[in-house]
């Protein structure tokens, strides 16, 4: 077992390694738009399907309370949250509208939305990257194997290198986590007219 182990880091060390070459490229122009919204008042917006919805709250979560250090907080939300909406929208329009839908009601132009997609087939996912192109909305996808559909929808696409689906979420998540703590620096670097509102000393571990 402890074989195992060992020889299944090995392959996140690698496929790592080959994502760090990959899509550094690409990585770089998200962080710059992200940066851009962020420092304009937009909003970021998150969405994906299972294990990439819970990686849409995560990434969301991060933005609005804190990443590494304290500072103001930062307009975020996964629209994957709210049953009440998520159900009305599946059961009068269907479940792909259910990312679509919401971006029609609270995203604006100039906004950034992340969609999540191992396979890029997803269509509701796929929905979402059509209604942020007709909102002037700019759309990133974080893909897995060959980026699918999706990869050829959005505006900026980060393709992992694999077509394990948990070894791609893997890797979003933490690309994700590169981008929030860019805009944290970017923002702690700034003077801050909106210091962030007392909270308790120790930080509650997440």
């Given at each position: 077992?402890?074989?195992?182990?060992?020889?299944?880091?090995?392959?996140?060390?690698?496929?790592?390694?080959?994502?760090?070459?990959?899509?550094?490229?690409?990585?770089?122009e998200?962080?710059?738009?992200?940066?851009?919204?962020?420092?304009?008042?937009?909003?970021?917006?998150?969405?994906?399907n299972?294990?990439?919805?819970?990686?849409?709250?995560?990434?969301?979560?991060?933005?609005?309370?804190?990443?590494?250090?304290?500072?103001?907080?930062?307009?975020a939300?996964?629209?994957t949250?709210?049953?009440?909406?998520?159900?009305?929208?599946?059961?009068?329009?269907?479940?792909?509208?259910?990312?679509?839908?919401?971006?029609?009601?609270?995203?604006?132009?100039?906004?950034?939305?992340?969609?999540?997609?191992?396979?890029?087939?997803?269509?509701?996912?796929?929905v979402?990257?059509?209604?942020?192109?007709?909102l002037?909305?700019?759309?990133?996808?974080?893909?897995?194997?060959?980026?699918?559909?999706?990869?050829?929808?959005?505006?900026?696409?980060?393709?992992?290198?694999?077509?394990?689906?948990?070894?791609?979420?893997?890797?979003?998540?933490?690309?994700?986590?590169?981008?929030?703590?860019?805009?944290?620096?970017?923002?702690?670097?700034?003077p801050?007219?909106?210091?962030?509102?007392?909270?308790?000393?120790?930080?509650?571990?997440?």
């Amino acid at each position: 077992m402890r074989r195992t182990v060992r020889d299944q880091m090995r392959r996140r060390r690698d496929l790592f390694e080959q994502v760090g070459l990959e899509c550094a490229a690409p990585m770089a122009e998200v962080i710059a738009l992200t940066r851009r919204c962020v420092g304009s008042g937009g909003t970021l917006f998150f969405c994906g399907n299972g294990g990439s919805a819970a990686i849409a709250q995560h990434l969301a979560t991060e933005y609005v309370v804190r990443f590494q250090s304290d500072r103001r907080a930062i307009s975020a939300l996964a629209l994957t949250t709210d049953t009440s909406v998520l159900t009305a929208i599946g059961n009068d329009w269907g479940f792909e509208r259910i990312f679509g839908r919401q971006l029609e009601a609270l995203a604006r132009e100039g906004d950034v939305v992340f969609l999540h997609s191992t396979s890029g087939h997803s269509a509701n996912v796929l929905v979402a990257a059509d209604a942020a192109r007709d909102l002037g909305v700019t759309s990133v996808g974080f893909l897995g194997g060959d980026g699918g559909i999706l990869r050829t929808r959005v505006d900026h696409a980060v393709v992992v290198p694999t077509d394990e689906t948990a070894m791609a979420q893997e890797a979003h998540l933490a690309l994700g986590h590169e981008i929030c703590a860019a805009v944290e620096s970017m923002i702690l670097a700034e003077p801050d007219p909106f210091p962030p509102v007392g909270r308790a000393e120790t930080p509650t571990e997440r």
